[in-house]
């Protein structure tokens, strides 16, 4: 009930900046918590960083200092300002975001298709 596009990725050198955007559509009200994972080819998806329903933001250490998300809820978009891009940042980046529906408070996660982001000089 919730789909997500991811937009802003592409070629960049080592030391530059790109932002990444997520938009959600369809049943938007549900969504809790959104963020940003990554995947490097024979790698496991990793989370990067998140942006809680509560405001909070959580990063995974290797990104820490060098990116940062937001969120506009009223334009349901989250970013990911990246600053500082390293070879190692390589990697497709998916849109996440979580909802709880139900009485039981079932838990449902969507994705969007990724976007590629290649740091390279």
């Known amino acids: 009930q919730v789909q997500l596009v991811e937009s802003g990725g592409g070629l960049v050198q080592p030391g530059g900046s790109l932002r990444l955007s997520c938009v959600a559509s369809?049943?938007?009200?549900?969504?809790?918590?959104m963020g940003w994972y990554r995947q490097a080819p024979g790698k496991q998806r990793e989370l990067v960083a998140v942006f809680t329903s509560g405001g909070s933001t959580n990063y995974a250490d290797s990104v820490k200092g060098r990116f940062t998300i937001s969120r506009n809820n009223a334009k349901n978009m989250v970013y990911l300002q990246m600053n500082g891009l390293k070879p190692e940042d390589t990697a497709v980046y998916y849109c996440n975001a979580d909802s709880f529906v139900g009485l039981w408070r079932k838990r449902y996660d969507y994705w969007g298709q990724g976007t590629q982001v290649t740091v390279s000089s």
């Open positions: 369809g049943s938007i009200v549900s969504i809790n918590n």
